[in-house]
């Protein structure tokens, strides 16, 4: 039997898939506060504690002007938050 056969299969596992945690542009929304960081996403119940940061994707629609601090997004997402009005705080 040839040896690619016999040795155990590993891959590329992320040491940071669990840190970050995902979040739609849709579920925004759902937050009270227009300044939203990890503390308030925490806050909210959108994301887990043990969440080191954030990434925003876009799925769905901004309906109100948010200002997002220290989070990471996607292209999508950042044309999406500042064509509603809003703006992106890198820190």
Do not use: H, W
């Not at 155990?8 to 300044?35: H, I, M, W």
């Amino acid at each position: 039997m040839p040896i690619q056969r016999r040795l155990p299969k590993r891959g590329f596992k992320s040491l940071t898939q669990k840190l970050t945690a995902r979040v739609r542009t849709n579920e925004l929304n759902l937050v009270e506060s227009d300044n939203i960081d990890l503390l308030v996403l925490k806050s909210a119940k959108l994301i887990s504690d043990n969440a080191k940061t954030a990434k925003v994707y876009l799925s769905g629609e901004v309906k109100r002007k948010l200002t997002i601090q220290g989070l990471l997004l996607t292209k999508g997402a950042r044309a999406a938050i500042e064509a509603a009005g809003g703006k992106v705080v890198e820190v």
